[in-house]
């Protein structure tokens, strides 16, 4: 299984304004359907902890995912999103080592 996820855990008091700019910049690289992409995305609120937010983003292969971070647009999107937060993100690099589905 060559599948890779990074999670990114983040802080914002504008939870809004980042879907939006989530959305955007998913509309755009659907509509270039050139080089590398995430696979799937979830972003989830952290019902403990107010204001805390993790987006789980998917990639076919770990190259795949060091392919997209290079990506101009990318970095672009990782700024703006950065002008959003409150305070740094921590990011985790994982390796899929298994996969369930539950219909």
């Not at 989830?44 to 990506?71: L, P, V």
């Not at 970095?75 to 899929?96: H, I, R, V, W």
Request: proline letters at 5%; charged letters at 30%; a negative charge.
């Amino acid at each position: 299984m060559a599948g890779f996820i990074q999670i990114i855990e983040y802080r914002t008091s504008k939870p809004e304004e980042i879907a939006a700019l989530m959305e955007d910049f998913r509309a755009k690289r659907e509509a270039e359907a050139g080089g590398p992409s995430p696979v799937r995305g979830v972003t989830g609120a952290d019902r403990d902890e107010s204001g805390r937010y993790f987006s789980i983003i998917e990639f076919a292969s770990y190259e795949e995912a060091m392919e997209n971070s290079n990506r101009p647009d990318t970095s672009e999107f990782a700024e703006k999103m950065m002008e959003l937060c409150d305070g740094p993100t921590t990011y985790y690099n994982l390796d899929q080592v298994a996969l369930q589905e539950y219909r």
